[in-house]
């Protein structure tokens, strides 16, 4: 942006100016922090896994992997409220992705 903290705006006109640059910005973070909201729920058993477990990288795909197939077989288990929602789904892989780093020493 380019007023300064300390700039004085002196008539309506660049009140109005500075005003509608404010929008336009902040309706761009908007955008912006949707679409990455967007890409986390669509990808957060990845993504997670990737951070949280301490294996290579091959490793942590195939984890992930046996993770996501266990986790489609309790989604199916569980009571037709939960199935296809993001919260149950991600409680239960950061559950499992704790137990894993609980129980496994890094090597």
């Known amino acids: ?26 309706s ?8 990455q909201l967007e890409h986390f729920k669509g990808n957060y058993a990845k993504i997670i896994g990737d951070n949280l477990l301490h294996y290579d990288k091959t490793q942590t795909i ?15 288990l569980l009571p037709g409220i ?8 991600f409680i239960l892989k950061i559950l499992q992705l704790v137990m894993i780093n609980t129980f496994t020493k890094k090597r």
Do not use: T, W
């Open 1 to 26: 942006m380019s007023l300064q903290p300390n700039a004085k705006i002196d008539n309506l006109e660049k009140l109005r100016f500075e005003k509608n640059k404010l929008e336009i910005y902040c």
């Open 28 to 35: 761009y973070q908007e955008k912006l922090l949707g679409l």
């Open 62 to 76: 195939q984890v992930n992997e046996l993770l996501d197939s266990v986790n489609n077989l309790i989604a199916n």
């Open 82 to 89: 939960f199935k296809g929602k993001f919260l149950p789904g």
